[in-house]
């Protein structure tokens, strides 16, 4: 019986990469340096999981920004406009990836993984572009491992899933590429086959409805082709994973692929294993997903170990292999870093080395050694699910107690625009999402607080110094609508966290976001509710500084929940409420302190929907709900103001339209106000912020791109609903890119302004 994960974080540790990759962007460090870390750090991955007893390594799963990206390269798919960027191999890869400021090329769209808060650059299909395909990172690790003694499963994202995530550029269908597509691949497959014995060709789009009838026609006959091209190499097998969610639909195209192995998402999926083992072909092997690669917990023994016995006992040993659910990318690195968390609370968890030790165990229970590991795993569980702060009472009462007249505001939105009038705001209003530069001043006295080296009043008196310099700089831009810049937060799912009940926190539990960005989530482990008012002293101080309006600024039920790392024993619906009911508090105390804009970011909205429609209208149901739970206690004269991350709109645009906020901001400057388009064809009747540039990248944008943008917003969007804003907050940006870029952005409002009719 096999045993396998589908992928390693990258980061390493201690965020090695991560300080690799921003000392060599800084220019600190060397190629040589930076490929002399990554190659360090999968050698010790490799390490990990030979260590727990898996069956094999994975290579291709570890990427210096993006395996997205990496596929883009090995294809030759990039963009004409990076035809400048030079000759150099990383100088391009980061340029595609980061844009090009020294020759103004702005960066690849980027958007959420599937459900995930993991970004993929998207690759981008040009017409009649010729391509000139590269080589996959792949090829060097396998090498390398097979080198050092190790036995690698490569993994690669397979082909149907990149061109089904693919965008089409000036008309351009990127399923016209899939020959050519398929026959780079077939070519990769046969290198990789005097390497590997394992090939993992990854098609999540499988699990979703995103695959068009016509591709999917192709599937079966261009599956039969890539076996072919394995088969050529020698005795190498694909293994067609599938994961975030169950096989339905697209069921009969997995099982009969041809490929000598299936992997499924048991985590995700948890009743597709009949209908799985039902259609597979005789000879075609069962990976079952059993660890979540998605979560902090650990493997309920019990249930993995009926999983197992059901697979075994239709299809044999032999035909069975144990993994993880997806790859471990979504998790932490080492339990073992943790110091500090309560032991009910750390005996619950299994970080990434953790998660590759319990596939060793479930092994050794599915051979009949392992009832004592049954056992210790089971009264583990139970401790947990004992203690005291697991459940607190009041919160499930008031939970409970919730009605529908709870998640409606006062009045229709008419009536709402028309009682805040008061607010005096010009044409597309101008404004920022919230957080503004993180210097390393603030992150200096933050932990200078945290470690005890500074009074509270001297804490406070630091953060409002910070406050106070960042409204002015607002004024001194002539923002229309101001914030007070965060300077007291760390992260904006973390700061609230640390101030409601039921959470806690790991010292190192970083994971990847994008590129070198890390979050550390909080951890969801008992039943939510606030202590005190969190945001509420700071948001008064700032408007006490100014005439102009300041937002109060929160984080949704929704993107709380979806960035944290959450309880496993209540539904996900049941804690997003809770949640809701702590955050309405807030809403209700900044605006008895007098914030009338209050901005509540649902980022995540769209990243937390399920793969299929039937789970997706489930979920949308009660995401709404708690949104509309945390923003329907105020007055008409209170503006409620939402923010969103990378999102396609077109399917969920009623379930936004639901939300009833005020205003609307998105991302969207990447795609050239594409997703505009859907805003449209819905006539929606929100005032709606349409990013103008794109905060990820560190190119200034020009005021002449910014007003070729507004002047496209304009053609969607009527000009009494347009605001102006970037794309997203500015925290990872310095002020010498924020603040020229506003500057922009101010500039360009005014020139459309005075463009547009009275």
């Not at 249930?303 to 016995?309: D, L, V």
């Not at 005190?532 to 101080?541: D, K």
């Amino acid at each position: 019986m096999r045993t396998h994960i589908l992928g390693f974080p990258s980061m390493g540790r201690q965020r090695e990469l991560k300080q690799a990759l921003e000392s060599f962007w800084r220019g600190d460090t060397s190629a040589h340096d930076l490929t002399g870390t990554a190659h360090k750090l999968q050698e010790a991955h490799w390490g990990v999981q030979r260590e727990a007893g898996l069956s094999y390594v994975t290579t291709g799963d570890f990427s210096l920004y993006d395996r997205m990206l990496d596929t883009s390269l090995m294809l030759g798919a990039v963009p004409a406009r990076f035809a400048a960027c030079g000759k150099d191999a990383l100088t391009r890869y980061f340029a595609l990836a980061r844009g090009d400021a020294s020759r103004n090329i702005p960066a690849m769209e980027m958007t959420k993984w599937f459900d995930t808060n993991y970004h993929y650059l998207v690759p981008e299909i040009e017409p009649d572009a010729v391509w000139t395909p590269g080589e996959h990172p792949v090829l060097e690790a396998s090498k390398r491992a097979t080198a050092l003694g190790f036995t690698p499963k490569a993994a690669i994202i397979g082909p149907f899933t990149w061109l089904a995530l693919a965008k089409g550029q000036n008309g351009a269908d990127p399923w016209t590429r899939l020959d050519e597509v398929l026959a780079t691949y077939a070519a990769l497959l046969e290198q990789l086959g005097s390497l590997c014995s394992c090939i993992q060709i990854e098609e999540p789009i499988l699990c979703t409805e995103l695959l068009p009838a016509a591709a999917a026609e192709r599937f079966t006959e261009a599956y039969a082709g890539l076996n072919a091209a394995v088969a050529r190499a020698g005795s190498t097998s694909l293994l067609l994973a599938t994961y975030f969610g169950p096989l339905t639909q697209h069921l009969p195209l997995a099982a009969n692929s041809g490929c000598a192995a299936l992997h499924i998402d048991l985590v995700r999926g948890p009743n597709q294993l009949d209908a799985v083992v039902a259609a597979l072909p005789e000879h075609t092997a069962l990976s079952l997903g059993l660890v979540n690669g998605r979560n902090i917990w650990k493997t309920d023994y019990a249930q993995a170990a009926n999983f197992i016995k059901r697979a075994v006992s239709a299809l044999g040993a032999d035909r069975v292999l144990l993994a993880s659910s997806c790859s471990l990318l979504h998790s932490p690195v080492d339990l073992a870093e943790e110091t500090d968390l309560p032991g009910h609370i750390k005996n619950r968890m299994a970080f990434a080395v953790q998660k590759c030790a319990e596939l060793a165990d479930l092994k050794a229970i599915a051979q009949g050694q392992g009832a004592d590991l049954l056992a210790a795993n089971a009264a583990l569980l139970a401790e947990a699910q004992a203690h005291a702060d697991t459940v607190v009472t009041t919160v499930r009462e008031r939970a409970a107690a919730v009605t529908p007249a709870m998640l409606a505001r006062k009045s229709p939105r008419a009536a709402r625009k028309e009682a805040q009038n008061w607010l005096r705001l010009p044409l597309l209003p101008t404004t920022t999402i919230g957080s503004f530069p993180q210097t390393d001043h603030i992150r200096k006295t933050r932990l200078a607080f945290k470690r005890g080296q500074m009074s509270q009043a001297d804490y406070e008196t630091a953060i409002k110094a910070e406050i106070a310099g960042c409204i002015k700089k607002q004024q001194e831009l002539g923002l229309d609508v101001l914030v007070h810049g965060e300077a007291e937060r760390n992260d904006m799912v973390e700061y609230f966290g640390q101030q409601l009940g039921g959470f806690c926190f790991t010292r190192n539990g970083w994971v990847q976001s994008y590129g070198s960005r890390c979050v550390k989530p909080p951890v969801i482990y008992g039943d939510v509710y606030r202590k005190a008012p969190m945001t509420v002293e700071w948001a008064r101080y700032a408007q006490s500084l100014t005439q102009k309006p300041v937002k109060g600024m929160l984080t949704g039920p929704v993107t709380i929940l979806c960035w944290s790392f959450v309880r496993d024993d209540l539904p996900r619906s049941e804690v997003c409420r809770q949640i809701a009911l702590a955050i309405r508090d807030e809403v209700t105390d900044l605006e008895a302190a007098g914030i009338h804009i209050i901005q509540i970011d649902e980022a995540a909205l769209r990243e937390g929907m399920p793969l299929t429609a039937a789970e997706a209208a489930v979920y949308l149901q009660w995401a709404v709900d708690a949104f509309l739970l945390t923003s329907t206690g105020v007055e008409d004269r209170t503006q409620i103001h939402t923010h969103m991350c990378y999102s396609e709109f077109n399917a969920i645009l009623p379930a936004i339209a639901r939300m009833d906020a005020d205003v609307i901001s998105i991302e969207s400057s990447r795609s050239g106000m594409e997703l505009l388009d859907a805003f449209t064809r819905f006539h929606y009747e929100g005032e709606v912020g349409p990013g103008v540039y794109d905060i990820h990248s560190p190119r200034i944008p020009t005021a002449d791109e910014m007003v070729h943008l507004l002047r496209l917003a304009l053609k969607h969007i009527d000009k009494s609903q347009l605001w102006v804003n970037p794309d997203c907050g500015l925290k990872t940006r310095r002020w010498e890119e924020a603040y020229p870029a506003l500057e922009n952005m101010v500039a360009a409002t005014l020139r459309v302004r005075v463009e547009l009719p009275a």
